[in-house]
């Protein structure tokens, strides 16, 4: 599964890279990108020949793995008859993608509207809560993503928003439940979800129910740290909207189409909101899609009145071919029951016994492929293993256990004092007990920093 090396390859392609790409989330001058020379299933390699097993699955997307040969022979066959058309027109790909991710999609949810990412399917969300509510304000959470545009910057919950702020935008930020770090004292998860809701209620209220139009949240926040919602949290809130006519956005763009081991993570919950969102499973990051699954009492708000927004590129056929083949995989190949098995019967009992055994591991969570551990100082004071959005030589407790996963193999997800286990819902058993090692010994090196 991997070319024979090529070190000139490697270097021509890193200093074309280096000479003219600008990279997203980055100082230019201090990072170092790896060059890639190919990928297959769930590991990729350089162009030296090393290789290395994706635990990251690219930015969470690959659900799939990379180049499956299904998928791959839909995006070259709907190449040949038809590369690209507008979306004012009926085309067969964008028909069926609509078609199949309806049917999965919880409750009314039939109506779907294609953006090229998750990002954009965000920012038109929040436009069609605001025109069907008549309603400026959005509620999000801390510890939470939402995208890099503009407005789904000012929605996001983390330091990427900070430089990009515009007053948030018409946006209320609250704290939703995470009881590892609890902002409301709580000691059991049922505290934990009765106080975040009534500290939910409590900003409604104040914020003014007749300004809000919507509350957003992921149903299980990705990147800001794989946050279990507690039993009865996302209900309740579906309650709280429903009591002050509040649009409910559920965010499943990363949680989505097999990650945790549903088609969406909603379905875990039985929630049903009144828009969702949703990108990168749904054709594994193939070709840029993403989209807004909309209920039927949203959808009849422009039955008559035009919906004022749109994309070029809103359903392109190549992009919806590759949905359509990444969703008949799965559901062919069993992935989304892979990933809930292997989830349960090897994941979770394997990290389980990694926290026991390494001093550096504070908290374990997650379903199906969708893990983190959470790596502190001290088990006792839960101090993180670093500060909060630290860098440079603050951050080098977390960089050295990188640095260690990379040497053995394993590409890990790393974020501010986490590292999520997010491997492609393909994965084998024999790969997940492959990285696992990996990740056993990187985190020996954690364990140094531990007092």
């Not at 902002?183 to 975040?196: G, H, I, L, P, V």
């Not at 919806?320 to 190949?333: D, G, H, K, L, S």
């Not at 591991?361 to 959470?374: K, S």
Request: glycine residues 10%.
């Amino acid at each position: 599964m991997t070319a024979q090396p090529n070190p000139e390859a490697g270097a021509a392609v890193k200093a074309a890279d280096r000479a003219h790409v600008f990279h997203s989330w980055s100082a230019q001058e201090l990072i170092d990108p790896l060059a890639v020379a190919g990928a297959q299933g769930s590991y990729f390699w350089d162009y030296d020949g090393r290789r290395y097993l994706d635990f990251a699955s690219a930015l969470v997307y690959t659900n799939i793995g990379y180049q499956h040969p299904k998928v791959v022979t839909a995006i070259q066959e709907q190449a040949g008859r038809m590369t690209t058309f507008a979306p004012a027109f009926a085309v067969e790909a964008r028909s069926e993608a609509a078609r199949l991710i309806a049917e999965r999609t919880p409750g009314d949810l039939d109506k779907i509207f294609f953006t090229n990412g998750g990002a954009d399917a965000v920012e038109h969300a929040i436009r069609m809560a605001r025109l069907h509510t008549g309603r400026p304000k959005v509620l999000s959470a801390y510890r939470s993503y939402h995208g890099g545009t503009q407005q789904a910057v000012n929605l996001t919950g983390d330091p990427r928003r900070w430089a990009s702020d515009s007053g948030t935008a018409g946006v209320v930020h609250f704290w939703a439940p995470f009881l590892y770090r609890s902002r409301f004292y709580a000691e059991t998860e049922e505290q934990e979800c009765a106080r975040a809701l009534e500290h939910l209620e409590t900003t409604i209220a104040f914020e003014g129910p007749s300004t809000i139009a919507a509350v957003i949240l992921e149903t299980i926040p990705g990147t800001a740290g794989i946050m279990m919602p507690p039993a009865g949290y996302l209900a309740g809130v579906r309650e709280l909207c429903d009591k002050y006519g509040i649009v409910f956005v559920l965010d499943e763009v990363m949680a989505g189409f097999g990650r945790t081991g549903e088609w969406f993570a909603a379905d875990l919950y039985d929630v049903v909101p009144d828009l969702l969102t949703f990108a990168k499973g749904v054709n594994s990051g193939y070709v840029p899609l993403g989209g807004v699954a909309i209920s039927g009492a949203i959808a009849d708000t422009f039955g008559k009145r035009p919906y004022p927004g749109g994309l070029t590129y809103s359903g392109h056929p190549l992009a919806c071919a590759a949905a359509v083949a990444t969703i008949r995989v799965m559901a062919e190949e069993g992935v989304v029951e892979n990933a809930a098995r292997l989830g349960s019967d090897v994941l979770e009992p394997a990290l389980r016994e990694l926290a026991e055994r390494h001093r550096s591991v504070g908290d374990v969570r997650g379903t199906g492929m969708f893990w983190a551990l959470e790596l502190v100082r001290d088990r006792e004071t839960r101090e993180p293993l670093v500060p909060y959005n630290a860098a440079g030589e603050a951050n080098a407790p977390m960089a050295a256990f990188a640095a260690a996963a990379k040497e053995g193999g394993v590409w890990p997800f790393v974020n501010m004092n986490r590292t999520h286990v997010v491997p492609p819902c393909t994965v084998t058993e024999a790969e997940l007990k492959e990285g696992l090692a990996v990740l056993d010994s990187a985190l020996s090196v954690a364990d140094e920093y531990v007092a």
